[in-house]
């Protein structure tokens, strides 16, 4: 079956730093790809579509120049949390819409446990 | 705007019993709903599906759900719970417009007993 990849699996840095969490897609082209944000017991919050070759297309409430995301192929989407906070600490998961066939399948990466001290 | 609702936090149910964890939707047109289940600091594993067709959708580890239109109800159900199965369930809802992104309900967290 269809497979995505995040890495790292966790990261723990500093506040004010940079941390870029990577998004792939191993057996599938995917156009599009999607940002999620989970809080402890909580639901996936959408943060953002990833579109290979374009700029990506926000959420209400998300802020662009914090959260970066880069779609450079059709199988690598990156979401860059800049100068990071202890408030940005959380599981991020991203998914990748399968371009084959329809309707289209989306599949789910493990998720990016993030945690700024 | 489209949406689904799960209107329990957390569902208890012993081992060998059914379960059921509940869905409802709200959408314009024919919905394309989705059950997947999150173990913890896990992504989401896909269950099942429900574009067209069969009313009853059989999923993967035994799982099925129920598309009722009449009621906008979409449940996720098992004849025999294991204790294995305890995790967080998500239901979904396809948005047709744009880059058909997934809109999630809130989450139950399914606890079986021994």
């Known amino acids: 079956g269809a497979v995505v990849s995040q890495h790292p699996s966790w990261v723990i840095c500093k506040s004010g730093t940079s941390v870029k969490i990577e998004c792939r897609s191993l057996?599938?082209?995917?156009?599009?790809m999607f940002w999620y944000r989970q809080f402890p017991k909580q639901s996936l919050m959408l943060m953002a579509t990833s579109n290979e070759g374009s700029k990506a297309t926000y959420e209400q409430g998300v802020e662009k120049d914090k959260f970066l995301i880069n779609h450079a192929s059709l199988t690598l989407s990156t979401l860059t949390v800049t100068s990071a906070h202890p408030e940005d600490s959380s599981f991020y998961i991203c998914?990748?819409?399968?371009?084959?066939?329809?309707?289209?399948?989306?599949?789910f990466g493990p998720g990016t446990r993030l945690t700024v001290t | 705007a489209q949406s689904v609702a799960q209107p329990e936090d957390q569902v208890n149910v012993a081992e060998g019993n059914p379960l059921t964890v509940k869905c409802t939707y709200s959408?314009?047109?024919?919905?394309?709903l989705f059950w997947y289940v999150q173990y913890p600091n896990r992504g989401l594993q896909f269950l099942l599906k429900y574009i067209t067709g069969d009313n009853l959708v059989k999923g993967s580890y035994g799982f099925e759900a129920e598309f009722n239109k009449s009621q906008t109800s979409f449940h996720l159900k098992k004849p025999s719970a294991l204790v294995s199965d305890s995790a967080l369930y998500f239901c979904?809802?396809?948005?047709?417009?744009?880059?058909?992104?997934?809109?999630f309900g809130a989450g139950t967290r399914l606890a079986v007993h021994p």
């Open positions: 979904a809802v396809r948005d047709k417009a744009g880059y058909n992104k997934l809109i």
């Open positions: 959408v314009s047109g024919n919905p394309y």
């Open positions: 057996d599938f082209q995917a156009t599009t």
């Open positions: 998914s990748a819409r399968d371009d084959s066939g329809s309707p289209y399948e989306q599949y």
